[in-house]
């Protein structure tokens, strides 16, 4: 063993940062959060190539006096902690001390502050985390952060970074929790120079996803509440024929944090059981409200996971909030967890507005034992805005640029009309096998020798589509749209999308970048219907992630398999008799034997196995 010697603060430092700062999209968070903490009405943060050559936070915040401006990038300093009882009980968003030190050691780091009330502001520059003398300077109150040249000093982790489009997508992704985490902040988001979001900061939930994600997204939501012992829900559900391709509409905000949590997935989707198909989730805005000190929130260094005192209460909670919302529409099961302590709210003040402070002294520790009174609710009183009618008006004088702007939706007119992929209906040459039916829409039953054949008809022809994509005489004939729709995926998925149009062409999808996280459709695979195309296209950017882990397709083989799916024959109904014709060929000649991820397309029951059951033998 070599000999032990106490770490420098700055490699600690190092160490720490590969925890708090992943990647550009931490560091903005971080920043934000601050600002948050910081009781600033107004945000803005300015990225460029992706936030790894530059990011620049700016708020109205309280600012920092010269001396803590200082003293904020040392390791373990903050203003939001004194003491360990401080620790059950946390109020702030941050209080570990060790986001700023983190960013600068791996960055170059510029703070421009000043304290609300003082004469002048000043100046604190680092290099890689070594501060130069702070200099005082003429600028307004608040504070602004901006951070160059990330992981400069750190090759290791610049190699893990993605592309700046990616990692940009990353960055709105954490902007966007920001701003719905907190309605009451107006948050204005620049990234190359153009605004994409902003935010009107009036405490209401629904202005803020309004402004984000367009109005087409906000007609398809309803609001789900609930209220129990010590815990309250509100937010919304989307409408189960609005649901998603993946979960990355699903946002969970506790006292004004944004976490993941599988707990939660799960609650919601469970209240959706009956409502939705395999592989559509729901999309959702849940915001729960907690005793600061029912929560740990210090279990991840991101916070970005945390732990309830009583999961199964607020498990109910959620869940009952989500059935609520669909049984009021008149959809989904609307079994509702019998727990005697949870009702759902009435709908009553939930939506209030709230300014910065309001919000902050709303989510202090509330007195024991106390339930959650609607006054402690961050954004109670004004009647909820019922989501399937116009959006509230009085926000959006001037609509602001959107990320998903509601004109860019695709039309209700049909696109062409799909087809189903048309199998050849040549006579099977002399085959040493017959068909003898299908059973259960979906299992192709044949007979050869002295064995029983079942064929997943879905499957093996998914795997006859994949492999003509893949050799490229495709049969999956791409459609042309004659009026391109313009379709609204939200800015992490249309960025995916945009770095993989290659692979997309190579499977019969054409789209164009629209701006504001949209793309044109100009060509789709047959198979997909006009009001899948949203959803489809979801699907192909979660087909690319997860071509992107170990042990997948990789993305080009996903896209192609995600592709080939669609075209297939759907299993669940009976098919016409001589569709099935060349999908037994392909497999009972042993062309076809696995779908594209590797699972066997069919099973053999031998003849003896019917006999021994039967006892015949
Ligand atoms: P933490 O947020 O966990 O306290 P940070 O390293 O993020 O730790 O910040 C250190 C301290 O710097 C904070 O506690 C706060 O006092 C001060 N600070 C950071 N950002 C701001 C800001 N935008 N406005 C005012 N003060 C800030
Ligand atoms: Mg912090």
Known sequence: MAKIYKMSPHLADLIA????????????????????????????????????????????????????????????ASSKLTDERGLEAIRTLGFRGEALAAIASVSNVTLVTRERGAESGVAVVLEGGEPHPAEPVGCSEGTVITVQDLFFNTPARLKFMKKDSSEGAAVTAAVVKAALSHPEVSVRYIKDDKEELHTPGDGVVSSAIYSIFGAQFFKSLLPAECEGEGVSVTGFVSAPAAAKGNRSSQYFFVNGRCIKSQMLTTAVEQAFKSSLFTGRFPACFIYIILKPSDVDVNVHPAKTEIKFLSESQVFSAVKNAAAAALAAEGMGSAELTSESTLKAAPKSDFWKTQDAETFRKASAPPPPRMRVREDATPYNAAPAPKPREPAPAPVYEEPRPSLFPEEKKVPEREAPAPQAPKIE???????????????????????????????DKHAAHERMLFDALRARESSVMPQ???????????????????????????????????????LIVRTLPSGVAAGEVEAFLGELAEAIRQGRKP?????????????????????????????LVPVAKAVMSGEVRYCPHGRPVSVVLPKSRLDKGIKRT
């Open 17 to 76: 940062a590969g925890e708090v700062v992943e990647r550009p999209a931490s560091v903005v968070k971080e920043l934000v959060e601050n600002s948050i903490d910081a009781g600033a009405q107004s945000v803005t943060v300015e990225i460029r190539r992706g936030g790894m050559s530059f990011i620049r936070v700016t708020d109205d915040g309280c600012g920092m006096s010269p001396e803590d401006a200082e003293l904020a990038f040392l390791r373990h």
């Open 480 to 518: 042309t749209l004659l009026e391109p729709p313009a379709v609204e995926l939200g800015a992490q998925d249309t960025a995916l999308l945009l770095e993989h149009l290659p692979e997309l062409a190579a499977s019969g999808v054409e789209v164009e970048d629209f701006g504001g996280g949209a």
């Open 551 to 579: 042990g997948s397709l990789g993305a080009a083989d996903e896209v192609l398999a995600t592709v080939a799916c669609k075209a297939a024959i759907k299993a669940g109904k009976p098919s016409d008799p001589r569709e």
């Open 425 to 455: 209906e040549k006579p099977a040459a002399p085959a040493d096998y017959k068909i003898i039916g299908e059973a259960f829409g979906c299992y192709i039953i044949c007979q050869k020798g002295d064995e029983l054949v079942f064929i």
